[in-house]
Each structure stands twice: as structure tokens, then as C-alpha cells.
């Protein structure tokens, strides 16, 4: 025998706010311009730390309500001391972040109760690239797979067009798929 | 100073459908007109365009509908032409052709309810003015299109005319709306090589179970469905039109140009150095405009069966092929491509309304075609009051609806008038 349950979705994502900033748009464009923000700092060897703390967004200064602080290292294997993740895998984690994300707001916004949702993440890349072997050969990835394990009150149809319209409304699904101007200066 | 109650911009299907429904009600108006009546349909787009929709679908205010042998065909461009000409002279429209609008301001004076109808053959004075000068008077491409390196021809959809007119080389379409997924099928059939750039996409089959899809959506309702009933009317708005060809049986969604030989690349996001850049969400964009097919084709089989059709669904697409590994560039300075079409759009030209109704972007703010400018008006533009705005057969209820509103305007303009004299 089945049961239904007619509780309310509740992924603990609190879509109406995120309506009413967008409903907000049309009269006050101004309050979409966000500025991200981190910063890093050498410590010793491929190892340094990377801080988050502040930001600009809503028409004015914003902060964390603590300082986030992350290793980035590389490890043992490229003579490294392997004090934290590779910025490559940091890669992995913010697209698996962002999508995921993505998920449970848009299953909020379609009432979907989510039990759990499991992303694997894969990035191909030859290091002929940044070991600058072979000139023909990108230094970045060759390409990434992300598969999702989830299990929700929902079809299989359904689970695929969550994981479909949350790659279209992710950030950092597009930094990663379109080309975006980048400018280092020396201060 | 000529006055007149109601000025209707542009004598295309809409100015005219909008003319036969306030000459119903004996209001006043002119059709002002830069060319001739269906003027884009005479002198724009590509030899080999035909509708969208099937010849009995297109129906106009006043019972006037294609009459021919052909009711399941879809008209060429030159036939449409002759079909709203015939309409015009039929409906004896007020047209006055030649007459190119070069302003509309608000009144300034007493009569603050009016608006000020500067053309160039003089100027008008009206109570009340209707935009139908259409969704798609000119292209939109992208601002890195300037990038491209000399010697590749850029042609947009309203401006291209047969495979002819293009080098003898690979082509680059840009864009897989109608106008792109028709004119890659076109000129990949000419002996070119084509490439398409595929960003989001609106995948739609010729038929479905045996009928026409457009059958399907008008029966359904789906094409009534009004816009203060979908729940993300941007989205709507801004939808790609959906890959359609009027060749009977003929569908041309990206699997069908894959296998004529067009190669499939993600959407164009940018010109660097000579090198087009595409995005690397193409898997993405086939997956959402394959699980949006089958949600429409779903919703059509429920409503078959609630209407007692017989017959299970169809046979469904396969799901769309996406080449692995995507392409992510292509050298524009190896000669490979030759032209460059940009079907990246249409926007309306609004540059002649002087009356603060534009938004950030420049696009006309409406509800359901009725401005926040007291007596200003819109037709024609994309899901406007109904899914179905965009098409011919939209424009009889759309401007029923915005006439029935228009003489509610003028009505009260004349009890305002009684009461202040």
C-alpha cells in the first residue's frame, strides 16, 4: 500500500524571498549588482590560504557573518605538502556547490520533497598543459561529468528537468562553460 | 492639423486586424503605413519562406480566412502579402500607405489626453494610438559581432535571400530558432558546409500523431492560454520561436539537420582574436529542449484522450545527439567560413515613440498590450495577451480585447470632457 503525503515541500530553501528580490528588479536594477570578492595569501612553498569574508551586493556592503578561510596546496604527488585541496578540485567544488543548490531551489519552487541528493564529480585533464609540453594541449580540463544520484518525491522526467534548469541558472555552470574576461594586475 | 480618434501604427496582420475591429465599433482611425500593406512580407526574408502554420489557421477579425484548395499548406511570404492585401481592401481599411511615422509624443495642451502623430507626410492629432508595427522590424545580433575578421560576408534572416547570394564557403548560422534551423537546412542542402550554433532552443516535430503540431496546440488550448495565467511570463516572452519549416511532413530539429551534415556546436559566446568561441552547455540546452518536447507532447496525448481521440501517443523523437566532444572554436581566419548569419533575433523598432513607456532595455512596459500611457497601445509582440500573440491566427482576440479597452478609454476621455465643460 502507498501513502501520500500532502505536507508542503520543504527543502529549506526559502524561495519567496528569492521571488521578491527578483519582483524588486524592474523598479531598482541596481540592487543585482553584486560584487564577489576573496583573498589569498602565500604561506609556503604551493601552499597558501584563501579568505572570504566580505561582499557588495543589494546596494551596499555585506558580510559573512564569520571569516571562511580554505588551504589550497597541491599534493604529495607533485612534490607538494598537501595542506589542502588542488584549485582545480576547488573547481569541482563550487560547480558541485552551485548545481546543488540549484537543485533544491528549483524543486522548492515546483513543491518536489527531496530525500537526498548525491553529485559525483569528474574532471579530465592532461598535464602536458601546464607542464607546457605540448603547446597543443589546454592547461584547464578537457572536459567535466557530474552525475546525480537523487532521490525525491518526483519522476525520473522531473528529477532530469530539475538537474536541466539548474545548470541553466547557475553561475558558475556558466563561468565554466562560456568564455569570461579575466584581468590580473600586479598593484 | 488632421485629427482622428485612433492612429494605428504599421498595416501588417495586426494594424489591420485592429482597423476591422475598431471600424466594427464606428471608431475613427487611421492606418498609417512606410510601405505598402504587408510591407516586411514583400520586401524581407528569404525566397523559400513560407508560415509557420497551416493555410486554415490563418484567420483574421471579421471571418476572413484563407479561402484556397490548400488548407493544410503553408503559405509562401508573396502569398501571405497578397492574402493581408486582400484583407485590407476587403475590410476597406483607412490605409494610408507611403506614410512613415517619425514621432508620437503626448499632447501638451488642453487636450492632455491625446497624442501628437508626427509622420512624414504630416502631422496627426489622436485620441488614441495602436503600436503594430511589428515584434520583428530589426535584427538583434550581438555586440561582438564587430569582431569578426574581414572578408566573411555577415547577413541577418530578414536581409538573406537564397543560398546564391553567399561565397561559396562554409557557413556559420548562428542561432537555432526557425529562421536559423530553416536557412542551416538551406544552405547545407546548397553543397555548403553549414555549422549551427545551438543555444537554447524550442525542439518542435512537424506532426504528431498524424496531425499537424500546430493542430494539436490550437485544439488543445495551449495556444489560448492567456498571459496572466503562465507563471513565468519573462521567460514566455522571451522564448525562442519554435523550429518549424512549412513543408509538409518536414521536421527540422537538430538530430534532422545532424543528418543532413550540419555540424552542431554550442551557443556563439564570443569573438576573440579571429576565434569564435562557443559554450560548452550545448548537452545541456538539447536536454531542456528535449524534456520541454515531451512535457508538450504529454500534455497533448492527456487532452487526446480527454476528448475521446483515439489512438495511444506517437512515436517520440530520439532524444537529441550531441556531438562528443562539443567544439569549442573554430578559426574565422582559416577561410573555412565564408558568411556568418546572425539568426540571433528581432526586437521591435520603437525609436519614433517619444512617450516614457520603455523600460532599462528599451522595450515597450505593457500590460497585455495596454501601456501605462493613457490610450497607447501594442500588438504583435511575443505572448502579448496569449501564447498564440505571435501568430496570425492571434491577432483577431488580441485586438478585440484592446479594442473593447480602447473604447473604455475613449468613453471616459468623453465623460471627462462633459464634466469639465
Known amino acids: 500500500m502507498t501513502t501520500t503525503t500532502q505536507a508542503p515541500a520543504d527543502n529549506g530553501v526559502n524561495v519567496e524571498a528569492l521571488l521578491g528580490v527578483r519582483d524588486m528588479l524592474p ?3 541596481e540592487v543585482a549588482q553584486f560584487q564577489w570578492r576573496s583573498t589569498t595569501s602565500w604561506e609556503h612553498g604551493t601552499h597558501s590560504r584563501s579568505d572570504v569574508e566580505t561582499f557588495f551586493g543589494f546596494g551596499e556592503e555585506q558580510q559573512h557573518h564569520r571569516k571562511f578561510s580554505y588551504d589550497v596546496d597541491h599534493p604529495e604527488q607533485f612534490a607538494a605538502q598537501d595542506k589542502g585541496s588542488t584549485p582545480v578540485e576547488y573547481v569541482l567544488v563550487a560547480l558541485g556547490g552551485c548545481l546543488t543548490a540549484g537543485v533544491a531551489a528549483v524543486a522548492q519552487q515546483r513543491q518536489i520533497q527531496l530525500r537526498s541528493v548525491q553529485a559525483t564529480l569528474t574532471a579530465e585533464m592532461d598535464l602536458h598543459g601546464i607542464l607546457g609540453a605540448d603547446p597543443d594541449t589546454r592547461n584547464g580540463f578537457s572536459g567535466v561529468r557530474v552525475t546525480y544520484e537523487i532521490d525525491a518525491d518526483a519522476t ?21 562553460t562560456n568564455p569570461t574576461s579575466v584581468t590580473v594586475d600586479v598593484a | 492639423m488632421p485629427n482622428t480618434t485612433v492612429v494605428v501604427v504599421g498595416a501588417g496582420h495586426c494594424g489591420l486586424a485592429m482597423s476591422r475591429c475598431l471600424a466594427d465599433r464606428s471608431i475613427d482611425h487611421v492606418v498609417l503605413e512606410r510601405g505598402e500593406v504587408a510591407n516586411s512580407w514583400r520586401t524581407r526574408w528569404w525566397d523559400s519562406l513560407r508560415l509557420l502554420t497551416p493555410n486554415w489557421m490563418t484567420r483574421l477579425p471579421g471571418g476572413y480566412a484563407y479561402r484556397g484548395e490548400d488548407p493544410d499548406g503553408y503559405l509562401a511570404a508573396r502569398e501571405v502579402a497578397g492574402l493581408i492585401g486582400d484583407y485590407a481592401v476587403e475590410s476597406a481599411a483607412p490605409v494610408l500607405t507611403c506614410t512613415t511615422v517619425t514621432a508620437v509624443e503626448s499632447a501638451v495642451e488642453s487636450t492632455a489626453d491625446g497624442y501628437v502623430v508626427r509622420t512624414d507626410q504630416g502631422t496627426w492629432q489622436a485620441h488614441a494610438v495602436v503600436v503594430a508595427s511589428g515584434a520583428c522590424a530589426t535584427p538583434v545580433v550581438p555586440t561582438f559581432a564587430d569582431q569578426v575578421p574581414a572578408g566573411i560576408v555577415s547577413v541577418t534572416p530578414d536581409a538573406y535571400r537564397n543560398p546564391g547570394q553567399l561565397p561559396d564557403a562554409g557557413v556559420l548560422v548562428v542561432g537555432a530558432s526557425a529562421s536559423g534551423v530553416q536557412i542551416a537546412d538551406e544552405l547545407q542542402r546548397s553543397g555548403r558546409q553549414v555549422t549551427l550554433a545551438a543555444g537554447e532552443h524550442v525542439r518542435m516535430p512537424r506532426t504528431y500523431r498524424r496531425r499537424d503540431i500546430l493542430w494539436w496546440m490550437d485544439a488543445s488550448g495551449l495556444l489560448d492560454e492567456t498571459y496572466d495565467e503562465v507563471d513565468d511570463l519573462i521567460r514566455v516572452r522571451n522564448l525562442p520561436s519554435m523550429q518549424l519549416v512549412g513543408t509538409p511532413q518536414r521536421t527540422v530539429d ?3 539537420l545532424q543528418a543532413a551534415g550540419v555540424r552542431l556546436h554550442g551557443r556563439l559566446v564570443g569573438i576573440r582574436d579571429g576565434v569564435a568561441q562557443f559554450s560548452g552547455s550545448l548537452p545541456n540546452v538539447c536536454a531542456l529542449a528535449d524534456l520541454k518536447l515531451g512535457r508538450l507532447l504529454d500534455s497533448i496525448d492527456i487532452w487526446a484522450m480527454s476528448a475521446g481521440l483515439d489512438g495511444a501517443g506517437d512515436e517520440r523523437l530520439a532524444p537529441t545527439r550531441v556531438p562528443a566532444p562539443a567544439p569549442l572554436s573554430i578559426d574565422l581566419r582559416s577561410g573555412e567560413i565564408g558568411t556568418i548569419v546572425w539568426a540571433t533575433g528581432f526586437r521591435p523598432d520603437l525609436s519614433w515613440l517619444d512617450v516614457p513607456t520603455l523600460d532599462r532595455k528599451g522595450r515597450l512596459v505593457h500590460d497585455g498590450g495596454v501601456t501605462s500611457a493613457p490610450g497607447l497601445y501594442a500588438l504583435g509582440l511575443p505572448f502579448l495577451r496569449r501564447r498564440k500573440s505571435s501568430l496570425i ?29
Open chain 2, 254 to 256: 537538430l538530430n534532422a
Open chain 1, 156 to 176: 525520473p522526467e522531473e528529477i532530469r528537468a530539475l538537474v536541466a534548469q539548474s545548470q541553466k541558472r547557475s553561475a558558475v555552470f556558466d563561468i565554466m
Open chain 2, 393 to 421: 491566427d492571434g491577432a483577431a482576440a488580441d485586438a478585440a480585447d484592446l479594442t473593447a479597452h480602447l473604447a473604455g478609454h475613449l468613453d471616459a476621455v468623453a465623460a471627462r470632457r462633459r464634466t469639465s465643460a
Open chain 1, 27 to 29: 523598479d531598482s536594477p
